[in-house]
Nanobody
Framework: QVQLVESGGGLVQPGGSLRLSCVGS????????MGWYRQAPGKQRELVAR???????NYARSVKGRFTISRDNAKNTVYLQMNSLKPEDTAVYYC???????????????WGQGTQVTVSS
């Protein structure tokens, strides 16, 4: 069983910064990618950023240049540094991890419970 726990969310003024952390535990092997998603009230969940095994990253256009995803493999932890925050960044942020079988390529996706980020003056 895999568990992911996010932390670091909170209330911040526009232009401020936050760093989110996600710590994984359990049977974590063969990581395909780790990522951050967010969901605002009444909106679809959307990709924020992903990081792959070769440290390749992918960002949503709306956050590119402001957010940075990174990971510490030894700690099974992924981070999201968020700078120049805007009110439209307000959402619940979810950590995810995708594990892919080395035998048949089957993917398994796990999610954290989410952490609230509110950007408001």
């Amino acid at each position: 069983q895999v568990q992911l726990v996010e932390s670091g969310g909170g209330l911040v003024q526009p232009g401020g910064s936050l760093r989110l952390s996600c710590v994984g535990s359990g049977s974590i092997f063969n990581i395909s990618d780790m990522g951050w998603y967010r969901q605002a009230p009444g909106k679809q969940r959307e990709l924020v950023a992903r990081i792959f095994s070769g440290v390749t990253t992918n960002y949503a256009r709306s956050v590119k240049g402001r957010f940075t995803i990174s990971r510490d493999n030894a700690k099974n932890t992924v981070y999201l540094q968020m700078n120049s925050l805007k009110p439209e960044d307000t959402a619940v942020y979810y950590c995810s991890i995708t594990l892919r079988s080395m035998y048949d390529g089957t993917a398994r996706v796990y999610w954290g419970q989410g952490t609230q980020v509110t950007v408001s003056s």
